[in-house]
């Protein structure tokens, strides 16, 4: 069976909040599905118990979750280019990974939250970077097995450029300065 991937990427807006977006892509990385959420805004009194862990809770926890449980199609693996996305696997069994690269379309309005899940354990799987959570190395075998079928022109990277511009497109109040 031919591998599917999920690509979910998280941006945090100082005065809108949160911004998740989740793009599904075959194995030449042609979309099978796409999912968007409005902004979330964490309440006062979240932020001040949920301290330092905020953004795993808003972005894993929340968002990443929303967006996993709504797609219809169950990719082998979902990719992030933020970390704090890591803390799904706290609330669902998705192969999650983040991938280690420069992303772009960072502004300074609009930016991958910087918390951390927990540990992470650094993976190379040639030619590319990633992280998971320490506490599940198991994850290495399917990580594996599904980025080694996928052509040696495919970038990882790209999609995530495409989630952040249909974000921009979706909600255009995250462009305002």
Known sequence: MTASLGFLSV????????FGGYLITNHVARPLEFHCTMP?????????????????????????????????VKPTVVLTDCPAVLALSSVCTANSAHLQFEPGGETSNFHIPQGSPGELLSLRI??????????????ETPLTACLSQLGSNFD??????????????????????
Do not use: N
């Open 11 to 18: 941006r945090r807006h100082p005065e809108h909040g949160y």
């Open 40 to 72: 979330v805004r964490p309440s006062r009194a979240q932020m001040l118990l949920y301290g330092p862990t905020i953004d795993a809770f808003v972005c894993g926890e929340q968002i990443a979750k929303a967006l996993v449980g709504k797609a219809k």
């Open 126 to 139: 040639e030619p590319w970077h990633l992280s998971i959570l320490a506490a599940q190395p198991e994850l």
């Open 156 to 177: 990882l990277t790209e999609p995530f450029q495409r989630v952040v511009d249909a974000l921009l497109e979706a909600h255009p109040i995250a462009k305002a300065a």
